[in-house]
Nanobody
Framework: QVQLVESGGGLVQAGGSLRLSCVAS????????MDWYRQAPGKQRELVAH???????HYADSVKGRFTISRDNAKNTVYLQMNSLNPENTAVYYC???????????????WGQGTQVTVSS
């Protein structure tokens, strides 16, 4: 009932920037948290950035000051601006959203398919 589609990944040199986007669609009544996670090869998926519907944010220590999460609630879209990228940021980046579906009394946890970010040295 809810689909999340990420875009914006790719190959970038160290020191460069990328902007990821994630659009939620479907039978959406409201969206609470919208987050970005990442999973590097051989590692567990980790939270990169968190945003709430009232625009409060939280970042992993490793990305503070370099990454910025933002939302366009009217478009059900969350962005991740990534600056000063380094090879350690190479991973598949996933969007996650806690969505209240129309005519349901609870939120559902939804994931996108992921977008690859590769940073070359």
């Amino acid at each position: 009932q809810v689909q999340l589609v990420e875009s914006g990944g790719g190959l970038v040199q160290a020191g460069g920037s990328l902007r990821l986007s994630c659009v939620a669609s479907g039978s959406i009544y409201s969206i609470n948290a919208m987050d970005w996670y990442r999973q590097a090869p051989g590692k567990q998926r980790e939270l990169v950035a968190h945003s709430t519907s009232d625009e409060s944010t939280h970042y992993a220590d490793s990305v503070k000051g370099r990454f910025t999460i933002s939302r366009d609630n009217a478009k059900n879209t969350v962005y991740l601006q990534m600056n000063s990228l380094n090879p350690e940021n190479t991973a598949v980046y996933y969007c996650e959203a806690d969505v209240r579906v129309i005519l349901t009394p609870y939120d559902t946890n939804n994931w996108g398919q992921g977008t690859q970010v590769t940073v070359s040295s």
